[in-house]
């Protein structure tokens, strides 16, 4: 094997939770190519006119409910998913973010400082393939080493959204919640606008096209962010051994008017009361590090809209987060040739 570091990255967050700073992460965010999928002068009439005059200071409120004392709980957690990894593996790893800081150039400057260092193996923190995730950061990677002229081999860790060892680590991080007694347990995945999906399905005629698209095998599997989620949820289920009627799966987190994926995760949690469910569970399998979004969205937000609508327990079950099985699973997938 050759000198490889690990370049793991995620999404990202402001540098502090006020408005200022969380107005330029989401412009930078937003402007992003991947992300708003529209040529550059829609995107910057998108951003500046419909976002930027008013959502940083809504955001920025959200964030101050759930910062810690460290800072961001995206990047304290995910600096401490770092620390534990290194510590099983003889390999440098660097924890980068997308967005925000620390930026995957100021780390792969770092990593590239290692003598005789030959590649960089590039974890995306996210089990499921979009391009407004997965593609905006590889491609990012691939930018800074061409800017830099660094020779090195870049390798990038495929979604693991199916991996028997992933799905191993999360069915048992959520044990301790499943061993109590609830109703329903919502799968809530982050949102994707439907667009996103049907663009990457090259024949044009699958994806979305049929009501169980997801189910019959197609080659547009490989990108399409909803049938991967819906096997991350079947996969979670068969080795849980839960019922089909105790669980369902939901998106979050819409931005905009574009057709987004449904069923809408607070919908169903009002649909959840309606029925005569007390006690719901929620975990975020989109995420393996908790952030604004399961933190603020689900737990704060997602109780208030169940207890409105006659719930009585909204229970988050945390991400992956430094569970000591997740890392054990990341230092394995580092010392693999991919």
Known sequence: MPNRAVLLANLGSPDTPNTKAVRRYLNQFLMDRYVIQLPWVLR?????????????????????????????????????????????????????????NPSIESQILTLAKQPNLEEILLIPLYPHFADSTVTTCV?????????????????????????????SALVNSAEPYLEQPYDHILF???????????????????????????QRPHEAHKTCYRHQVLRTTQCFADKAKLSPDKYSVTFQSRLGRAKWLTPNTEDRLRELAASGAKNVLVICPAFVTD???????????????????????????????????????????????W
């Not at 800017?147 to 992933?166: I, M, R, S, W």
């Not at 997602?302 to 992956?320: K, N, Y």
Request: hydrophobic content about 40%; overall charge negative.
């Open 139 to 167: 491609e990012q990677t691939k930018a800074v080493i061409k800017k830099h002229q660094l020779a090195l081999k870049l390798t990038v860790l495929p979604p693991f959204y199916e991996q028997p060892d992933y799905i």
């Open 188 to 214: 809530s995945y982050h949102g994707l606008p439907e667009s996103h999906i049907t663009q990457l399905d090259k024949s044009g005629n699958h994806c979305l096209k049929l009501d169980d698209c997801c």
């Open 44 to 100: 910057r009439l998108i951003v500046s006119l419909f976002v930027l005059p008013s959502r940083p200071k809504a955001s920025a409120e959200a964030y101050q409910k759930v910062w810690l004392p460290e800072g961001s709980p995206l990047v304290v957690l995910s600096e401490r998913l770092k620390d534990k990894l290194q510590t099983l593996i003889d390999m440098p790893v660097a924890m980068a973010m997308r967005y925000g």
């Open 291 to 337: 952030c604004l979004e399961t933190l603020e969205e689900i737990e704060l937000r997602g109780l208030e809209v169940f207890e409105q609508a006659g719930g009585d327990s909204l229970t988050l079950i945390p991400c992956l987060n430094d569970h000591p099985e997740w890392i054990e699973v990341l230092a394995t997938w580092c010392q693999k040739s």
